[in-house]
């Protein structure tokens, strides 16, 4: 059986996943930053795959200690937050949040 997954991660999944889950919390960006130590402003890139300075260049996807405090945040293992990376949309559990 052929692997079905792509040779890149889904940026775009994880940054509507991370999305999903603050929202789904009910926490601002502030409440979110105040859990994890993150800045305000790498959490707002982070989520919307834009940088707030130098729009020339492309926005941090974050380092592993991020994900990790995120993780850690929501109350969930790293590789569960990590997931939507490998998800095709051929697969029925990846869905994207209408925000």
């Known amino acids: 059986m052929a692997d079905s997954r792509s040779d890149e991660p889904d940026y775009e999944a994880l940054r509507l996943h991370l999305s999903r889950l603050r929202h789904e ?21 982070l989520e919307s795959g834009k940088p707030r300075r130098n729009p020339g260049r492309e926005a941090t996807r974050g380092s592993l200690d991020t994900w990790f405090r995120l993780a850690r945040a929501f109350e969930m293992d790293l590789g569960e937050l990590l997931l939507p990376l490998t998800r095709q949309e051929s697969d029925p559990s990846h869905r994207h949040a209408d925000f």
């Open 25 to 45: 919390r009910g926490w601002s960006y502030d409440d979110l930053a105040a859990r994890t130590g993150i800045g305000r402003s790498t959490l707002v890139t």
